[in-house]
């Protein structure tokens, strides 16, 4: 396994232990021919694990992306805490847990020339059915 320092033998011990699928989405490597990528920490080297070519090159830009918006700078807060913390949010997301019910807004993307559009539409609507029209 060139690059990684990982024997075949090693790289065989991690995938039997990981059953042969992504860790991350416990999925086999869908491009057929194709092993699962090693999984490593670009500031270290340090082999974490088996990864598919969906899931490696996910964590890849989340990972850059952490660095890149300087967030281990400003926010002393690991990758792993922050996506850790990100899952936390979606799942219990804190706007259910203080009104204790979900609320929905509008789907898509606000600001745009389209949404500013639909709530033009929305308020027309309103004003002529509470006159009557």
């Given amino acids: 396994m060139d ?4 024997t075949p ?3 065989d011990f991690i995938w039997q232990f990981q059953c042969g699928v ?11 021919g194709r092993r ?27 990972e ?10 400003v926010v002393t807060l690991s990758v792993a805490t ?14 259910w847990q203080a009104l204790g019910r979900d609320h929905f807004g509008y789907p898509g993307r606000t600001g745009t020339k389209a949404h500013r559009k639909r709530l033009k539409k929305e ?7 509470s006159n009557g029209n």
């Avoid at 850059?64 to 700078?73: C, D, E, P, T, V």
């Avoid at 913390?85 to 706007?95: C, I, N, S």
């Fill in 82 to 95: 922050f996506v850790c913390r990100v899952g936390q949010y979606l799942k219990l997301t804190p706007a």
């Fill in 36 to 62: 699962l990528s090693v999984d490593h920490d670009h500031a270290d080297g340090k082999i974490r694990g088996l990864l598919c070519s969906r899931c490696n090159p996910l964590l890849g830009k989340i």
């Fill in 3 to 6: 690059g990684y320092k990982l």
């Fill in 123 to 129: 308020a027309r609507e309103k004003n002529d059915s």
């Fill in 64 to 73: 850059n992306a952490y660095k890149r918006y300087g967030l281990g700078k």
């Fill in 9 to 11: 033998e090693m790289y």
């Fill in 22 to 32: 992504c860790y991350v989405c416990d999925q086999p490597e869908p491009v057929k």
